[in-house]
């Protein structure tokens, strides 16, 4: 059975660090996906390019549902996910990682429950702590085994996108308490939650937000930061999966359990 899941954002697009790689192709309730299976030292892990090989698939167009529910069925536990974000924090600088511990959704049009249908209950899935403490400790104690700078903690505002935002929405951001932008961790985290899945994001900054940075943003900017980072980003994944402990103690795995566990293996 597969552990591990790594979903990679913007940038991250092959499972270039596992081991006799094959593609899975999972049925779901809401269409199929292709995932990438592969081993890394010993471990199984399961690979998916949130935007598709070659980003293909904009934030606002990922099939959340889909990538969950298919990594639930291959028996994925914990996500670690990476991602893209802009900083408005001054402390959170281009080339940083982040493990956010908060979210401010701002998306418009996402889906955000797998419970919408008749006959399927009605979830309303707690979100005190939406990114698994247990799961960010050990991508933190990870971090320090290979020497990769991250910060612990930050609020990930996420838009709908897929436009960059207005240097005006950037300061109303920043004074809600934001400190990274992005486009994909809402629904993500959310519906991960309720499929009883931990899951962290793993931010990495690639640019500050519009009219911090002098600049007009552009999406080859953020490419190129990715691609500046990778090695860091890949050092931290490998440890992470190295030495991701075997059961899980936290209270992500029985997140619908006040419900009676509903609607489990879509
Ligand atoms: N805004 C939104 N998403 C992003 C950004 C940004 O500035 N940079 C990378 N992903």
Do not use: W
Request: aromatic share 6%; hydrophobic share 40%.
């Amino acid at each position: 059975m597969l552990k591990i899941g790594i979903i990679g954002g913007t940038g991250v697009y092959d499972p270039e660090i596992l081991d006799g790689v094959s593609e899975e192709n999972v049925t779901t309730d809401y269409g199929n996906v292709r995932v990438m299976v592969g081993e890394y030292k010993g471990v199984s892990v399961a690979f998916l390019p949130r935007h598709g090989a070659g980003h293909a698939v904009p934030p606002h167009k990922v099939n959340y549902r889909g990538n969950i529910i298919a990594l639930k069925k291959l028996g994925v536990e914990r996500v670690v996910a990476t991602g893209a974000v802009g900083s408005l924090n001054l402390e959170m600088v281009p080339g940083e990682i982040v493990l956010v511990d908060q979210f401010i959704d701002f998306t418009k049009n996402r889906v955000q429950t797998f419970y919408d249908t008749p006959g399927n209950g009605v979830v309303h899935i707690d979100m005190t702590e939406p990114y698994c403490s247990d799961l960010r400790r050990v991508v933190a104690a990870a971090a320090e085994a290979v020497d990769v700078p991250v910060k612990g903690k930050g609020t990930y505002v996420c838009t709908e996108g897929p436009r960059f935002e207005t240097p005006a929405e950037i300061k109303m951001y920043s004074s809600l308490g934001g400190d990274l932008v992005g486009m994909t961790s809402v629904p993500e985290v959310v519906l991960a939650r309720e499929a009883e899945i931990c899951y962290c994001t793993v931010a990495m900054v690639t640019n500050f937000g519009a009219g911090i940075s002098p600049n007009p943003l552009t999406h080859a900017e953020v490419l190129e930061a990715m691609e500046k980072n990778n090695a860091n980003l890949k050092k931290l994944i490998m440890k992470t999966i190295e030495t991701m402990p075997g059961a899980r103690g936290c209270r992500c795995r029985h997140s619908l359990a006040e419900l009676g566990s509903l609607g489990q293996g879509k």
